[in-house]
């Protein structure tokens, strides 16, 4: 092979390899989200599976936890149910949300000490699910799916580094529903039926988070 030919070859080799170079240069370099709160002290880190995250859910979560830096990992909307058709159900003539977005429930997982690492003793679950008063009305008021979170024992949960300010870490996920009441009425092979009237739980979406904090 003479230097004209091992040149173009090398040239070749070049071109072919910089695609590689550069998706791999962007999969890795994803830049997080960090947001400081000076009044309070307090750094918020978004991750990549969290940049769906509303600004209000992070500023009421911020403000709740001042001098503290919160790592949001993770934020995941629930998705309506898929329900095959039905002939007979409940017609809804009125829905009222009387409770909007509110904080369903907020729940603890573990935390862990600085430059230390834990598992769990068992298998982590948490899920919140629709509920509403009959059934049937269900797919009428468009409630969504159950939404569920679950860490397994192999799971582990990495504490502060040993540089860190804080000495604690604590992992924690909030989920968010809406509220309210309904009414309506059965259908039957009749016609319209009995009127009905009831309450409502629609959930909506988790987020999870993490505290670093100093605990004394």
């Given at each position: 092979?003479?230097?004209?030919?091992?040149?173009?070859?090398?040239?070749?080799?070049?071109?072919?390899?910089?695609?590689?170079?550069?998706?791999?240069?962007?999969?890795?370099?994803?830049?997080?989200?960090?947001?400081?709160?000076?009044?309070?002290?307090?750094?918020?880190?978004?991750?990549?599976?969290?940049?769906?995250?509303?600004?209000?859910?992070?500023?009421?979560?911020?403000?709740?936890?001042?001098?503290?830096?919160?790592?949001?990992?993770?934020?995941?909307?629930?998705?309506?149910?898929?329900?095959?058709?039905?002939?007979?159900?409940?017609?809804?003539?009125?829905?009222?949300?009387?409770?909007?977005?509110?904080?369903?429930?907020?729940?603890?997982?573990?935390?862990?000490?600085?430059?230390?690492?834990?598992?769990?003793?068992?298998?982590?679950?948490?899920?919140?699910?629709?509920?509403?008063?009959?059934?049937?009305?269900?797919?009428?008021?468009?409630?969504?799916?159950?939404?569920?979170?679950?860490?397994?024992?192999?799971?582990?949960f990495s504490g502060p580094?040993?540089?860190?300010?804080?000495?604690?870490?604590?992992?924690?996920?909030?989920?968010?529903?809406?509220?309210?009441?309904?009414?309506g009425y059965y259908e039957?092979?009749?016609?319209?039926?009995?009127?009905?009237?009831?309450?409502?739980?629609n959930p909506l979406r988790?987020?999870?988070?993490?505290?670093?904090?100093?605990?004394?």
């Amino acid at each position: 092979m003479n230097v004209r030919s091992k040149l173009l070859l090398c040239l070749l080799c070049i071109i072919m390899f910089l695609p590689m170079v550069a998706m791999s240069t962007l999969a890795v370099d994803i830049p997080l989200r960090e947001i400081s709160y000076s009044d309070i002290n307090t750094k918020v880190i978004i991750e990549n599976q969290a940049v769906g995250i509303t600004p209000q859910l992070v500023d009421e979560i911020a403000h709740e936890h001042p001098n503290t830096t919160i790592t949001f990992t993770n934020y995941v909307e629930a998705k309506p149910e898929i329900v095959p058709h039905i002939v007979f159900g409940i017609t809804i003539t009125s829905k009222t949300t009387t409770s909007a977005n509110y904080i369903d429930k907020d729940v603890f997982v573990i935390s862990v000490a600085k430059g230390s690492q834990k598992s769990l003793t068992e298998t982590w679950k948490q899920s919140l699910a629709a509920e509403v008063t009959h059934s049937d009305a269900n797919l009428g008021l468009g409630l969504n799916s159950t939404i569920t979170k679950e860490y397994s024992k192999t799971e582990v949960f990495s504490g502060p580094p040993e540089n860190s300010v804080y000495n604690s870490r604590e992992f924690r996920i909030r989920f968010y529903a809406d509220k309210g009441t309904y009414t309506g009425y059965y259908e039957t092979d009749m016609g319209r039926g009995t009127n009905v009237s009831g309450t409502f739980k629609n959930p909506l979406r988790y987020a999870e988070y993490i505290i670093d904090r100093n605990i004394t």
